[in-house]
């Protein structure tokens, strides 16, 4: 069974930074992409950024570019996203998403992991 | 505003077919596969349909999908009450380049 359980999340003040892991297990982690995707609360999808089975490609939205890295380690089946110079507008609950390919959706979803940004 | 464009809500009676629409351009929908999320409230999203029209292992045969041009559309015949909840597009824009995703769709059953 794909499992997908993220982690890191929490309250944390304008401009700070905060790293969010995802632990995949139930499948062969380093034959997929994944990706992060986020909702505000009571708010529909964002997507927030994606990585290639080998690293070698990511990808990310608008509204978090230059201030959001992405990145896996096969070796320990995770995923992760570096969030730097948080924003009160970053406040939403953030997904890890597995996907056949970058470009074939996302097939299996976490549960989710609260991150609210706030004085 | 979302890149995609859904109705916010949708309705019908259980039995009756409903049907809900992604509006996009040639950049998203019209150049590739729209893919549909379900969501129930408190819950992660789940895949319900990708590639336009075909139904992961486990989703009902009275959920299809369709494709045309720059829209794509979700269809659920035989209405149940435990349809009921939030329907969300999805699909890859060559433009920005990213995915992007339409607003949702509020499905009630009355």
């Known amino acids: 069974e794909v499992k997908l359980v993220e982690s890191g999340g929490g309250l944390v003040q304008p401009g700070r930074s905060l790293r969010l892991s995802c632990a995949a297990s139930?499948?062969?982690?380093?034959?997929?992409?994944i990706h992060w995707v986020r909702q505000a609360p009571g708010k529909g999808l964002e997507w927030v950024a994606g990585?290639?089975?080998?690293?070698?490609?990511?990808g990310y939205g608008d509204s978090v570019k230059g201030r959001f890295t992405i990145s896996r380690d096969n070796a320990k089946n995770s995923l992760y996203l570096q969030m730097d110079s948080l924003k009160s507008e970053d406040t939403a609950f953030y997904y890890c998403?597995?996907?056949?390919?970058?470009?074939?959706?996302?097939?299996?979803w976490g549960q989710g992991t609260l991150v609210a940004v706030s004085s | 505003q979302s890149v995609l464009t859904q109705p916010p809500s949708a309705s019908g009676t259980p039995g009756q077919r409903v049907t809900i629409s992604c509006s996009g351009s040639?950049?998203?929908?019209?150049?590739?596969?729209v893919f549909w999320y379900q969501q129930f409230p408190g819950t992660a999203p789940k895949l319900l349909m990708y590639?336009?029209?075909q139904r992961p292992s486990g989703v009902p045969a009275r959920f299809s999908g369709s494709r045309s041009g720059t829209s794509g559309s979700l269809a659920i015949s035989g209405l149940r009450s435990e349809d009921e909840a939030d329907y969300y597009c999805?699909?890859?824009?060559?433009?920005?380049?990213?995915?992007?995703f339409g607003g949702g769709t509020r499905l009630t059953v009355l």
């Open positions: 998403a597995k996907g056949p390919d970058f470009w074939s959706g996302f097939d299996s």
């Open positions: 139930g499948f062969t982690f380093d034959d997929y992409a």
């Open positions: 990585i290639i089975w080998n690293s070698g490609g990511t």
């Open positions: 040639s950049s998203n929908i019209g150049s590739t596969y």
């Open positions: 590639r336009n029209n």
């Open positions: 999805a699909s890859w824009d060559d433009s920005l380049p990213g995915w992007v």
